[in-house]
């Protein structure tokens, strides 16, 4: 088993910064890992970024140039830097871990980012 919790959210006006952070505990694989979905009112989930913990990293189309994510592997922690942060950011925002070779998933209980105009 696997737990994580999210840190950081909350509100920030149009243009602005949030950081988002997620510590993993419990049985953790070295090969893994670790990104962030999103959920917006009404809207499916979505994935915004993930890193394995070789290092290689991916992002959705909508928060290149904008989001950065980064791990800490020593400490099983991964950030989500958000940079200009427009409205339609606004979700509550998902850590997830899972190892490299296997399908389990884990989540943790989501942060609600929101952005106001």
């Known amino acids: 088993q696997v737990q994580l919790v999210e840190s950081g959210g909350g509100l920030v006006q149009a243009g602005g910064s949030l950081r988002l952070s997620c510590a993993a505990s419990?049985?953790?694989?070295?090969?893994?890992?670790m990104g962030w979905s999103r959920q917006a009112p009404g809207k499916q989930r979505e994935l915004v970024a993930r890193?394995?913990?070789?290092?290689?990293?991916n992002y959705a189309d909508f928060v290149k140039g904008r989001f950065t994510i980064f791990r800490d592997n020593a400490k099983n922690t991964v950030s989500l830097q958000m940079n200009s942060l427009k409205p339609e950011d606004t979700a509550v925002y998902y850590c997830?871990?899972?190892?490299?070779?296997?399908?389990?998933?884990?989540w943790g209980q989501g942060i609600q980012v929101t952005v106001s105009s």
């Open positions: 997830y871990w899972k190892p490299t070779y296997g399908t389990s998933y884990y």
């Open positions: 890193q394995t913990s070789g290092g290689s990293a």
């Open positions: 419990g049985s953790i694989s070295r090969l893994n890992d």
